[in-house]
């Protein structure tokens, strides 16, 4: 039990266009969800917390305009990075909490060219 | 505020050696720790964790030990195997249920055979 996924699990756009990532527990349902950003050999970055029916809380520093996240039900929370640039290629992760443990997804690897 | 420090890496071992991965903690009070383990291209999986002080975590080999005199919680495995290659991060969580976790720098393990 405990399951997340994201969708795609990779994906290469053009600089300019936006991109949405999907984060979805498959088998419990999550009130939070967290956007975690990693740099390659660095640790993860949080960027926002997803609450269920309200608006995300985002990080110091995390624009909010640029990183939108809705989380529309129980069980799914996404990430739609606007207007993307080079400097947004990154691996990005979810997790969904459940009790007091969080359960990550497989992660999504963005390329902006 | 809370935080988690790790030894610098990366470790390079060889199969059947002893591992011991160092992690430090600053924090109000008492709070569960966890060891997450990301294998190459994956997401963060929870290694194991440790609810209060003297509590020892273990799972797959691996064992840590919540120790509130040396604040301190260092991930040891008897004898690695080339399976085990993959970054390892030390986090404590934020206050209570659904909240955000604080991750170590994360550490690169490599076991060759």
């Known amino acids: 039990g405990a399951v997340v996924s994201q969708h795609p699990s990779r994906v290469i756009c053009k600089s300019g266009t936006s991109v949405k990532i999907e984060c979805r527990s498959l088998?419990?349902?999550?009130?939070?969800m967290f956007w975690y950003r990693q740099f390659p050999k660095k640790s993860l970055m949080l960027m926002a917390t997803s609450n269920e029916g309200s608006k995300a809380t985002y990080e110091q520093g995390v624009e909010k305009d640029k990183f939108l996240i809705n989380h529309a039900s129980l069980t799914l929370s996404t990430l739609t990075v606007t207007s993307a640039h080079p400097e947004d290629s990154s691996f990005y992760i979810c997790?969904?909490?459940?009790?007091?443990?969080?359960?990550f997804g497989p992660g999504t690897r963005l390329t902006v060219t | 505020g809370d935080s988690v420090t790790q030894m610098e890496g990366p470790v390079t071992l060889s199969e059947e050696a002893f591992l011991t991965i160092n992690c430090t903690y600053t924090?109000?009070?008492?709070?569960?720790l966890f060891w997450y383990v990301q294998y190459p291209g994956e997401g963060l999986q929870l290694l194991l964790k440790a609810t209060k002080a003297d509590d020892k975590g273990s799972n797959k080999g691996f064992e840590a030990t919540y120790r509130k005199e040396t604040t301190s919680f260092h991930l040891e495995k008897g004898s690695v195997q080339v399976s085990d290659s993959a970054v390892y991060f030390c986090?404590?969580?934020?206050?209570?249920?659904?909240?955000?976790?604080?991750f170590g720098k994360g550490i690169t393990l490599s076991v060759r055979p």
């Open positions: 088998d419990f349902q999550a009130t939070t």
């Open positions: 924090a109000t009070g008492y709070p569960s």
């Open positions: 997790s969904a909490s459940r009790h007091y443990e969080q359960y």
């Open positions: 986090a404590l969580p934020k206050g209570g249920a659904n909240s955000k976790l604080t």
